[in-house]
């Protein structure tokens, strides 16, 4: 924990809050996910958002995640390990507006973080905040990106990582954990098959898990997404924000961070629609939306190029349905040949080479538009969730 001396970040952190039965926890020690028996829920980080607070301290702030330092888990500022994630750019569609005529739409394009993904954020976040409560050793299974992101954030802070991944992840993937000095195990399975090891070896080991929404402060670092989307459409929210959906951290921390920011004042009631999309070779979350159900089931059809989105079952599917349900949302699948064709398309008239899970927004998006769903003069934001260049041996040129 921070000392006396430390220098505080002036975080408004409460405690730790279960968002399915109320059950809250101290957040001064380290926790995983609600000990209520037959809970299991993720954990939501709660912030003090009664005093006031003028959005102008933003002004001078550095462009990275941590300018929402007030709304963010981490007390002590010798805690924050950084190297600038965050702040990402929103780029308009230039050159295919024959598909967005009537529409602004925008990539919010994660490729530019450290690592080359999103996972920079919620890893950024979680590193900081076991840095914090003196936790030696991290352990997280990953589908590719997340294990890059742990490595990274685990040797800047002098904390031991150890990866699980599945072995058919591209090879630069793997690379690049061993390149940060983690422990990398591949795993002739999912990420779900990681998940189980993972969690046989913390038993066993004593290490801290940081699986995708059972530890609750990946969530704070990828909420940081939403307070950058309204704050870049200055104070105002776009119509329509599409997310590619595998654990979905993502998705319910901008949602989170909408909540927040209203609370304090900064934001109106009004909310974007939420569109969650997925690999048809994993598309649970698609299946319970079209279905009507609470949750998902476990669907796992192998291999997919979007090596992010091959997630079977994600930890809080309740609460991700509850999401799309709730910002009158909606959640389809798109094929590796869609997506495929996508990250060239954009690559070759766009000039960005994207992951195949943003990608699979794009058409996405094109499916919505034909079809209505998406009306003449809204906006939307697609959040492209990292570089195209670490996925060149699953893409076809």
């Known amino acids: 924990m921070t000392s006396n001396t430390a220098i505080g970040t002036g975080s408004r952190l409460i405690n730790l809050k279960c968002p399915a039965c109320g059950a809250e926890y101290d957040a001064s020690v380290p926790n995983t996910f609600c000990r209520v028996e037959g809970c299991n829920s993720t954990l939501f980080a709660q912030y003090d958002l009664s005093l006031p607070l003028d959005k102008a301290i933003l002004k001078d702030r550095p462009a990275s995640m941590w300018r929402y330092r007030e709304l963010l888990p981490v007390m002590g500022e010798e805690n924050v390990v950084t190297m600038g994630e965050g702040f990402t750019p929103l780029i308009p569609i230039e050159n295919l507006k024959h598909f967005t005529a009537g529409n602004d739409v925008y990539w919010k394009n994660e490729a530019g973080n450290p690592t080359g993904s ?19 050793t991290i352990a997280t299974p990953t589908a590719g990106n997340a294990g890059g992101a742990l490595a990274a954030y685990a040797a800047r802070a002098g904390i031991k990582a150890v990866v699980y991944m599945p072995k058919l992840t591209p090879q630069v993937f793997k690379d690049e954990c061993r390149l940060y000095g983690a422990e990398l195990v591949e795993v002739d399975g999912n990420i779900a098959d990681c998940g189980k090891l993972v969690a046989d070896g913390a038993a066993e080991h004593g290490w801290f ?22 704050e870049q459409f200055n104070w105002q929210l776009p119509d329509v924000v599409f997310y590619p ?5 993502g998705l319910i921390g901008i949602w ?5 920011l209203e609370q304090l004042g900064w934001i109106g009631s009004k909310r974007p629609r939420m569109v969650a999309v997925q690999s048809e070779s994993c598309d649970g979350i698609v299946t319970a939306f079209n279905g009507g159900q609470s949750s998902a089931e476990f669907v796992d059809g192998g291999f997919t ?11 809080a599917d309740k609460v991700i349905l509850k999401v799309l349900r709730d910002s009158k949302g909606t959640a389809l699948s798109i094929s590796d040949a869609d997506m495929n064709t996508a990250v060239k398309e954009i690559a070759r008239k766009e ?10 927004l794009w058409q996405a998006y094109k499916k919505l538009k034909a079809s209505g769903w998406i009306q003449p003069g809204e906006s939307v934001v697609m959040v492209n969730t990292g570089s195209g260049y670490k996925y060149l041996e699953n893409i076809t040129i």
């Open 118 to 136: 999103f996972k920079a954020r919620g890893i950024g976040m979680a590193v900081s905040k076991a840095k914090e409560l003196g936790i030696k």
């Open 209 to 230: 898990q940081i699986s995708t929404l059972k530890e609750p402060y990946r969530l704070e670092g990828k909420k940081t997404m939403g307070f950058e989307i309204v």
């Open 245 to 249: 959906t595998g654990g979905g951290t």
């Open 256 to 260: 989170k961070a909408f909540d927040e």
């Open 305 to 315: 190029i979007a090596n992010g989105l091959r997630v079977p079952k994600s930890f």
């Open 351 to 360: 000039g960005m080479l994207i992951a195949p899970e943003g990608a699979a």
